[in-house]
């Protein structure tokens, strides 16, 4: 069965991730009638919706087939891809990890790699556990009420990723600002005019953020060539390739995955946790009573969140997938958000359950490109929790959560709640 206009629209349009029952109808009718097929959206080149967890695994793992960087990495509509290849010569607007594939992508990532390990980020989890402290306190003492996502979920992580990344406190507000532009260009809470835009206007805006950041990166690369530092912001400006330093190009993407990769996903999925937490008493109590359940409610909070909702890869071959045939130059989304609801993979997907098999879920990704950050995101995570429940002896909601509107990084922005400390 083909994709109806109507639930094609749907997947494209950034309002529908901020209302879970509407996005979530139009995936599951997917995922029964046509998990792998051919979606044409109003104002959109057409593109194949993979929403089975097997097909995203698959595609994800023929990397030498779906390329990241031979078309939009991300789901963008024709006016938004014009433009970006009439600004740039180019698919997209940055060249990053994500963008990038084959020895480029293997050699650029190389660079950081070895300083994202669990074993690498141990020597770190002291300093982090300060941070995680700081962010409780402060919480602790806005008792009875906060708003979770504003307190607390948006800003512990940004502190924790820029800390890695060697910048300086007082440019925290300034990277989150842009990071926020970066991923919620549609979003009139998160872009600079506070406006809803056209796809082409938002486009327009992300370019002046990029060009922001990239007069401060350029500041950075100075900084830590003069004095380089074990921080991965040094890695990026010391680091050569065949004896070259990287070119301004990469150098400029490398410092933008890093900075924005880190903060927005693991805020949502922070921010989506204690949203579950508040609904979920019998979680709370669980958490306190056996501490070795952490790992898997931390693992649950990913798949729950799924705070990247999409990725997409460009096939530079004919291949066949899910019985389809994919043509040369197709556009495919992979749907993370519809893979981790997968009723083959997941008993009972919609319900938040902490004691479900560890590492099924697909939030991070697979294959070359699977989450760089992904050890720091679990262990920031887990120390927060471990700091903050031991002082909460209950959570309920003070209001209706509210998500971001965008098709690619989104989550609760607002997750009002009522506490008692323990
Ligand atoms: C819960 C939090 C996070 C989630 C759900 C998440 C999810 C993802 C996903 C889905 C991808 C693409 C994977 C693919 O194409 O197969 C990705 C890539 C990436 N993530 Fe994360 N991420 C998170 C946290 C972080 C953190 C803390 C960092 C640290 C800086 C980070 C850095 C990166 C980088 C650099 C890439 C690009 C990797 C590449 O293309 O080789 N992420 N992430």
């Not at 486009?203 to 350029?218: K, P, V």
């Not at 990769?261 to 709370?284: I, R």
Request: aromatic residues 8%.
């Amino acid at each position: 069965m083909s994709i109806s206009k109507e639930i094609a629209n749907t997947i494209v349009d950034p309002r529908a991730y901020a209302n879970l029952a509407r996005i979530d109808a139009a995936f599951t009718t997917l995922r029964k009638d046509a998990p792998f097929e051919v979606a044409e959206a109003d104002g959109f080149d057409p593109f194949w919706v993979a929403t089975r967890h097997a097909d995203v695994l698959e595609i994800e793992k023929r990397a030498d087939v779906f390329l990241n960087g031979a078309g939009s990495a991300t789901l963008a509509d024709k006016a938004a891809n014009a433009f970006v290849h009439a600004v740039t010569g180019e698919p997209n607007l940055v060249r990053s990890l994500v963008q990038i594939d084959g020895k480029e992508h293997k050699d650029l990532r190389a660079i950081t790699f070895p300083a994202f390990t669990p074993k690498a980020l141990k020597a770190l989890e002291e300093q982090i556990r300060g941070i995680a402290r700081e962010f409780v306190d402060a919480m602790i003492a806005k008792a009875p009420e906060c708003d979770f996502a504003r307190d607390v979920a948006f800003l512990y992580p940004l502190r924790v990723v820029m800390k890695v990344l060697g910048v300086p406190e007082e440019h925290e507000p300034f990277m989150l600002k842009l990071t926020q532009e970066l991923f919620g260009p549609n979003d009139p809470d998160m872009n600079r005019t506070g406006k809803e835009v056209t796809g082409e206007e938002a486009m327009n805006l992300l370019q002046q953020t990029m060009l922001d950041l990239e007069a401060y990166f350029g500041e950075v690369t100075k900084t830590f060539r003069t004095k380089p530092e074990s921080c991965i912001n040094s890695l990026i400006a010391n680091a050569k390739i065949d004896g070259e330093y990287l070119t301004h190009r990469q150098m400029m993407g490398y410092y933008i995955i890093a900075a924005t990769a880190g903060h927005d996903t693991t805020a949502n999925t922070t921010g989506a946790a204690m949203w579950a937490l508040a609904q979920n008493p019998e979680v709370l109590r669980q958490l306190k009573e056996d501490p070795s359940a952490m790992t898997g409610f931390v693992e649950e909070t990913i798949r729950w969140a799924s705070p990247v909702k999409h990725f997409m890869r460009t096939a530079i071959a004919d291949a066949e997938v899910a019985g389809q045939q994919v043509k040369k130059g197709d556009w495919v989304m992979l749907s993370y958000h519809s893979a981790n609801r997968d009723e083959d993979v997941f008993d009972d997907p919609f319900a938040f359950k902490i004691d479900r098999p560890i590492h099924k879920h697909v939030a991070f990704g697979s294959g070359p490109h699977v989450c760089l950050g992904q050890h720091l995101a679990r262990m920031e995570m887990r120390i927060l929790w471990e700091e903050l429940l031991p002082r909460l002896s209950e959570v309920s909601l003070a209001g209706e959560p509210k998500l971001t509107q965008s098709t690619f990084v989104c989550g609760p922005k607002t997750v009002p709640i009522r506490f008692t400390v323990a």
